[in-house]
């Protein structure tokens, strides 16, 4: 199983088609013409993408609990109703967060379809971005996009830690997609 389908299954919503669409178009912009305008503007949809997602995480599970509360709610201890809540609220806070890793999975594979390509390799990822890719592959030189994911990486962690997702996003993405690494 590669990253790429490990991430595809993750965001594997109608809703988010489109929206991966329109994201993808702004990252091969960013890409591009590499700026600390469109490494925030890329930062945005990012943002835009994983609030929408995260949207309707909390009305999956509002709907579960509410499913489960108007079922239950005669028939069950007092408590009952408040620990589901917690259990949801988790459950909700946990989707969201692996959400938000395979988006951040699915960056770092785009980015490595750039290093397959300024390798040689014919092998990609996400072949309907191989024209993309391959415009950042040529812009770069290998370093720079081994810095690029290594970047990601450390964004990976950095989400993993008790840091404001927004500070370590604003950061990561200005070290990653602004101004050409090393130039």
Same mark, same amino acid.
């Given at each position: ?34 700026? /600390?305008?469109? /490494? ?49 609220? /988790? ?10 890793? /395979?988006? #951040? ?9 750039? #290093? ?46 008790? #840091? ?6 604003? #950061? ?12």
């Amino acid at each position: 199983t590669t990253i790429a389908s490990q991430c595809n299954a993750r965001l594997d919503d109608a809703n988010l088609s489109s929206t991966c669409a329109a994201f993808a178009a702004i990252l091969a912009h960013s890409a591009a013409k590499p700026s /600390a305008h469109s /490494a925030l503007l890329l930062k945005a949809a990012f943002e835009s993408l994983l609030n929408r997602r995260k949207e309707g995480i909390n009305a999956a599970n509002k709907d579960s609990l509410k499913q489960e509360a108007d079922a239950y709610k005669q028939a069950t201890e007092g408590d009952w109703l408040d620990e589901r809540e917690k259990y949801y609220e /988790a459950m909700a806070a946990s989707e969201y967060l692996a959400v938000r890793s /395979a988006l #951040v999975d699915w960056l770092i594979s785009w980015l490595g379809d750039a #290093v397959r390509q300024k390798a040689g390799s014919k092998a990609l990822s996400f072949s309907q971005y191989g024209g993309d890719t391959m415009k950042l592959a040529e812009s770069q030189d290998m370093a720079g996009l081994l810095s690029r994911i290594e970047t990601l990486q450390e964004l990976r962690d950095l989400l993993n830690t008790n #840091v404001p997702e927004n500070l370590a996003l604003e #950061v990561s993405f200005l070290k990653a997609f602004g101004a050409p690494v090393g130039g």
